[in-house]
C-alpha cells in the first residue's frame, strides 16, 4: 500500500451506498485519496466524504452520470484538480433491472445498457488515457452470470460485456504495468440487490450459495482494496467470483 498517506488516488463510481461505499472506505483506510462518485445522490455521498475525513482520510464528492463522456470526463478533471493525478478506477456504477425480456421495455434497457455498458466503457476510455502508469482498474462484473436465471437476459449481457473488456484491456494497458481485473460478486444484501425481488426470489438466490448467507458489502470490498494494492500486480486480467461459493 502507499507508504506515504494520500500519495495515491482513486476513483470509485457509484461510491455513495452500496458495495462502491465499501469501497470508497476500504482504499481510504488503506492510505488512497478517494473520489467518490455518485450520479443524484449528494447526500449521501457528502456522508461518505465526511466519514472519511472524520477518520483521517482525503475525499471529494464528484457528481456525475458515467454514461455521459463528458460527464465522466468531469470526474477525471475534479480528480486530477484535486489529488494531481489517478492511479486506480474503480467502475463500480450499475443499475439492475430483473424481468423477462418480453416485458423489458426499450428505455429500461437503454438506460441500463448505457449505465452499465457504455458507463464502463467511457471511464475506461478515459483511464487508458490518463490513468498513471502502474495503476489499477477494478471493474465490477456479477456472478449471476453463472447462473443464467430468469429475468437477468439484459442485466447479464451488460456484465458479460464488462469481462470482455476486462480481458481485452489487460493486454492493451500491460507495458504500461496497469493491471485490469473484475470482481464479480454473488448476492450481496444491499439496496440493489433487493431492489424488485419477492421474498421468494431472495431465498432462492440465497439456497444457491454453500455458505448459506447473503453476501456482505464488508465480503467484497477487501478484495478490491487488495487488487488496488501492489501486492497484487501480478494478477491481471482475471475475473474473480467472490460468491461464497456458488459457481
Not at 17 to 24: P, V
Amino acid at each position: 500500500m502507499p507508504d506515504q498517506a494520500h500519495s495515491k488516488a482513486a476513483i470509485v463510481t457509484g461510491s455513495s451506498r452500496g458495495i462502491g461505499k465499501a469501497i470508497a472506505i476500504h482504499l481510504a483506510a488503506a492510505g488512497f485519496s478517494v473520489v467518490v462518485n455518485h450520479a443524484r445522490s449528494d447526500g449521501e455521498a457528502a456522508r461518505v466524504v465526511a466519514g472519511i475525513g472524520k477518520a483521517g482520510g482525503r475525499a471529494i464528492a464528484v457528481q456525475a452520470d458515467v454514461a455521459s463522456l463528458a460527464e465522466a470526463t468531469r470526474i477525471f478533471e475534479r480528480a486530477e484538480e484535486a489529488f494531481g493525478g489517478v492511479d486506480v478506477l474503480v467502475n463500480n456504477a450499475g443499475m439492475m433491472d430483473i424481468k423477462p425480456l418480453a416485458e423489458l421495455e426499450e428505455a429500461t434497457f437503454d438506460r441500463l445498457m448505457g449505465v452499465n455498458v457504455k458507463g464502463t466503457f467511457n471511464m475506461l476510455h478515459l483511464a487508458a488515457r490518463r490513468l498513471r502508469d502502474g495503476g489499477r482498474i477494478i471493474n465490477l462484473s456479477s456472478s449471476a452470470l453463472i447462473t443464467s436465471l430468469p429475468g437477468y437476459g439484459a442485466y447479464n449481457a451488460s456484465k458479460a460485456a464488462v469481462d470482455a473488456v476486462t480481458r481485452v484491456l489487460a493486454k492493451e494497458l500491460g507495458p504500461r504495468r496497469i493491471t485490469v481485473n473484475a470482481v464479480a460478486p454473488g448476492p450481496v444484501a444491499t439496496e440493489l440487490f433487493f431492489q424488485g425481488k419477492t421474498p421468494e426470489l431472495v431465498e432462492r438466490l440465497t439456497r444457491l450459495i454453500p455458505l448459506g448467507r447473503l453476501g456482505e458489502v464488508e465480503d467484497i470490498a477487501p478484495i478490491v482494496t487488495f487488487l488496488a494494492s501492489p501486492e497484487s500486480g501480478w494478477i491481471n486480467g482475471q475475473v474473480i467470483r467472490a460468491n461464497g461459493g456458488m459457481g
